[in-house]
């Protein structure tokens, strides 16, 4: 069966992809099924079975005054709702609401097997290859976020241990841990703020590959600016985005406050190995374990893009803007300078402006 022909592909329906079918569709391009005669059409796909993005995944006791950085979709502002309400629970309903609102005819759940090259014509169509079909677009935006590719670091010994380890994207709640000492590995926010949340009912131990340098100042506009400017940076020469510890440092936050206010929020340097029944220390001491948390981020989950070989000997890709720069029918949103929440939102509005001013494919 021939591929179906599509103007735009937006794969992933989280913050990034929403924001950009919401700025196709104002734009006038109009969702595939609906589309009649000489429109312009897109199409959404997300892997999940119901809206949410990332938010339906995150631990329960997420709740709506803690969560870092929520910024409200284009068009239709997030609703009053509790602070004490679970995250999860209110930004997923957020998200079918706008769905809906915006008709934007998401299908899902939708596996994107591969993105590829229909032909040797640099103007014509990519392949979307999913386990419900193939469709021929002449751009794709890809906005599959990080949370399906969580970081485990490898340490000698980790196969031995004997009690349990856990990525954070494994996380539900510190009641788990109720009297038991947990590890916890990393430098980020969600390391702070679950040794925070842990430290009340179980013993916990910091670990960190650099020492935290804590930031006094207020993350303001010029500082977000500069941090910005670095991640672009780093992107355009194809090298990998890199935390986002690593270019904003660490800023204090109420529940890093209140981990230094109860005494637990003290730093050790990373462990060399683990053993069975804990981790050793590189002065050789074995610090006793039940429990391991990897609080140690997330990679760009981009896979499915292995076919039109843009991965650079650095392991990144090469994007300015938002669009690859070897491949400028491929949008890259959500990542890198665009993974925040507000970015997200700018990278669809510009993917969006891009196409449209790109009148030669669309005309093709």
Do not use: C
């Not at 591929?3 to 937006?10: E, G, H, L, R």
């Not at 990034?16 to 059409?41: E, I």
């Not at 399906?148 to 510190?174: C, K, N």
């Not at 992107?235 to 800023?251: A, F, K």
């Amino acid at each position: 069966m021939e591929p179906a022909p599509v103007d735009v592909v937006v794969i992933g329906a989280g913050q990034a992809g929403l924001s950009a079918a919401y700025h196709l569709q104002r734009r006038g391009f109009v969702p595939l099924h609906r589309a009649t005669g000489a429109d312009q059409t897109f199409l959404v796909v997300d892997a999940n079975p119901v809206p949410g993005g990332a938010w339906q995944h995150r631990w329960a006791s997420l709740r709506m005054a803690t969560v870092n950085g929520i910024h409200e979709l284009p068009g239709f502002a997030v609703p009053p709702a509790d602070p004490a309400a679970a995250s999860r629970d209110i930004l997923p309903a957020y998200f079918a609401d706008y769905e809906d609102r915006f008709a934007l005819d998401v299908l899902r759940p939708v596996q994107v097997k591969a993105v590829r090259r229909a032909d040797d014509d640099p103007r014509g169509r990519l392949a979307v290859e999913t386990d419900r079909g193939t469709w021929a677009a002449r751009f794709v935006i890809n906005a599959t976020g990080t949370w399906t590719r969580p970081f485990w670091p490898r340490y000698p010994g980790q196969e031995r241990f004997r009690g349990r380890q856990l990525h954070v994207g494994d996380y539900v709640s510190a009641e788990e841990f109720r009297g038991k000492r947990v590890v916890i590995v990393g430098a980020g926010i969600s390391a702070v703020q679950l040794l925070d949340e842990i430290s009340h009912v179980a013993d916990t131990f910091w670990v960190t590959r650099r020492a935290p340098e804590w930031v006094e100042d207020d993350f303001d506009i010029p500082a977000r600016v500069a941090a910005i400017a670095g991640v672009e940076d780093r992107v355009r020469r194809g090298l990998p985005p890199g935390s986002v510890i690593s270019v904003t440092g660490m800023h204090w936050t109420p529940w890093a406050r209140a981990a230094e206010a109860r005494g637990v929020l003290v730093r050790h340097p990373m462990f060399a190995s683990i053993e069975e029944e804990g981790v050793r220390m590189p002065d050789g001491t074995l610090e006793r374990a039940d429990v391991i948390l990897w609080a140690t981020g997330f990679r760009p989950a981009l896979d499915h893009l292995a076919p039109l070989r843009l991965r650079t000997p650095e392991g990144g890709f090469r994007v300015e803007n938002g669009r690859s720069i070897d491949e400028p029918r491929l949008f890259l949103i959500g990542y890198g300078p665009s993974q925040s929440t507000v970015g997200a939102n700018r990278a669809g509005r510009d993917a969006v402006r891009a196409i449209v001013a790109d009148p030669v494919a669309l005309a093709a």
